[in-house]
């Protein structure tokens, strides 16, 4: 019996709230703040009538999303693909939709002419770098060198 891959599309401006309403679950879930489901449906309508952030879907209802963001590459004429959220449903989790938006994204990047992807991940999140490292990701340059960390800081939070 032959498994068939979940579907996956791009979002439309019309999904907005849907985007807006799995972010906002995606915060709560970890205790991270977050605003409200309106003030997300308004940016994330934005980011999605503009050029450099793709939003997909999988699943009809939906039950998850991957949240890419372009910009130009400075060492190649390419673009940088960052993949700023991968999230989906707990009580839709272990039937292969986190692979099948990975499987999207990768693709989506590659139409784009980007060069690279980037995924920032919490160490503790076994899964997920379990997926990654099994779609090629590593946390080293190219496999033979030093463990890589990516820094953030708050600049509204930091004179």
Avoid at 82 to 100: F, H, I, K, M, T
Avoid at 131 to 140: K, Q
Avoid at 142 to 159: I, K, N, T
Wanted: hydrophobic fraction near 40%; aromatic fraction near 6%.
């Amino acid at each position: 019996m032959s498994k068939t891959r979940p579907p996956v599309r791009t979002a439309v401006v019309e999904d907005a709230a849907l985007v807006a309403q799995l972010l906002y679950d995606f915060n709560r879930e970890f205790d991270e703040p977050t605003p409200s489901v309106d003030e997300l449906a308004e940016r994330v309508a934005g980011l999605i009538a503009g050029d450099e952030t793709v939003m997909l879907l999988v699943n009809e209802k939906p039950d998850g999303l991957a949240v890419l963001r372009f910009r130009p590459a400075l060492w190649s004429r390419g673009l940088e693909c960052y993949l700023a959220e991968l999230y989906v449903r707990p009580s839709a989790r272990g039937r292969g939709l986190g692979r099948a938006l990975m499987q999207a994204t990768l693709q989506q990047a590659r139409n784009r002419g980007a060069d690279t992807m980037e995924i920032g991940v919490d160490e503790p999140d076994l899964v997920a770098r379990h997926l990654y490292e099994s779609m090629g990701f590593s946390n080293d340059s190219g496999g033979s060198g030093p463990v890589m960390f990516l820094y953030e800081l708050d600049l509204h939070s930091r004179p």
